[in-house]
């Protein structure tokens, strides 16, 4: 440690206010009430105060960091199937879930900016409904936070959807979002999509496309989509 030299030095306070200017180094609470406890003062030394992020553990044992604005998720216990992310949440790691056999459901709240592509491609195999809070009820159904309308490539691989409902809001699916959902059978999409490109690559159990009767963007005809 840097400050260790200072505590059994003659250095007066002038060099070290001088150094930390320099250095920007950044000092922890315990360093910098040494510095003051040695009569160490000053400016210099109160604006390299480094305090940590506070992270926190929801009681769904999911840890969360402090960031400006809000929170971010840094892990999520594995052995969960239901998870639920609290209000203010912005962002989540992608490294949050990593391999996770159990989960099954994931509820986002609308205030997430975007979903990390590798979050659940390291290996979801039982993930079947990702909704956000105003449709947690729902089961086997894509809602994503309004602002989210893309669906970008890998996102979904290797995912559970069996019958699959992606709802109002998205309007892209980008090639292979979906790739390697074994087991997955049907989608029905929006009415808001306006641009799919080959998303279910892999899909080896894919049988048919589904769309509501006033879909105004696509037809479908004995399952396959124009």
């Given at each position: 440690?840097?400050?260790?030299?200072?505590?059994?030095?003659?250095?007066?306070?002038?060099?070290?206010?001088?150094?930390?200017?320099?250095?920007?180094?950044?000092?922890?609470?315990?360093?910098?009430?040494?510095?003051?406890?040695?009569?160490?003062?000053?400016?210099?030394?109160?604006?390299?105060?480094?305090?940590?992020?506070?992270?926190?553990?929801?009681?769904?044992?999911?840890?969360?960091?402090?960031?400006?604005?809000?929170?971010?998720?840094?892990?999520?216990?594995s052995s969960l199937k239901v998870v639920k992310i609290k209000?203010?949440?912005?962002?989540?790691?992608?490294?949050?879930?990593?391999?996770?056999?159990?989960?099954?459901?994931?509820?986002?709240?609308?205030?997430?900016?975007?979903?990390?592509?590798?979050?659940?491609?390291?290996?979801?195999?039982?993930?079947?409904?990702?909704?956000?809070?105003?449709?947690?009820?729902?089961?086997?159904?894509?809602?994503?936070?309004?602002?989210?309308?893309?669906?970008?490539?890998?996102?979904?691989?290797?995912?559970?959807?069996?019958?699959?409902?992606?709802?109002?809001?998205?309007?892209?699916?980008?090639?292979?979002?979906?790739?390697?959902?074994?087991?997955?059978?049907?989608?029905?999409?929006?009415?808001?999509?306006?641009?799919?490109?080959?998303?279910?690559?892999?899909?080896?159990?894919?049988?048919?496309?589904?769309?509501?009767?006033?879909?105004?963007?696509?037809?479908?005809?004995?399952?396959?989509?124009?």
């Amino acid at each position: 440690n840097n400050f260790s030299i200072f505590y059994t030095s003659l250095y007066d306070d002038s060099c070290i206010k001088s150094w930390i200017e320099k250095t920007k180094t950044k000092v922890t609470k315990f360093e910098y009430d040494r510095l003051i406890s040695l009569g160490i003062k000053g400016k210099a030394i109160e604006l390299a105060l480094e305090v940590p992020k506070k992270e926190t553990s929801s009681k769904e044992s999911v840890k969360y960091k402090e960031i400006d604005g809000g929170y971010e998720v840094v892990a999520i216990k594995s052995s969960l199937k239901v998870v639920k992310i609290k209000e203010g949440t912005k962002r989540i790691n992608e490294d949050a879930i990593g391999r996770n056999d159990k989960l099954e459901k994931i509820v986002l709240p609308e205030s997430l900016e975007e979903i990390p592509v590798e979050l659940f491609s390291k290996g979801c195999p039982n993930l079947k409904t990702v909704t956000t809070y105003e449709y947690e009820d729902l089961e086997k159904v894509i809602k994503l936070p309004s602002h989210i309308t893309t669906i970008y490539s890998d996102t979904f691989r290797g995912c559970g959807f069996t019958n699959l409902t992606i709802m109002e809001g998205i309007k892209e699916l980008e090639e292979k979002s979906f790739d390697n959902c074994e087991h997955l059978e049907s989608v029905l999409l929006p009415n808001s999509l306006e641009k799919i490109n080959t998303p279910f690559i892999c899909c080896d159990e894919f049988k048919e496309y589904k769309i509501l009767d006033d879909n105004k963007n696509f037809v479908v005809e004995d399952g396959v989509l124009y």
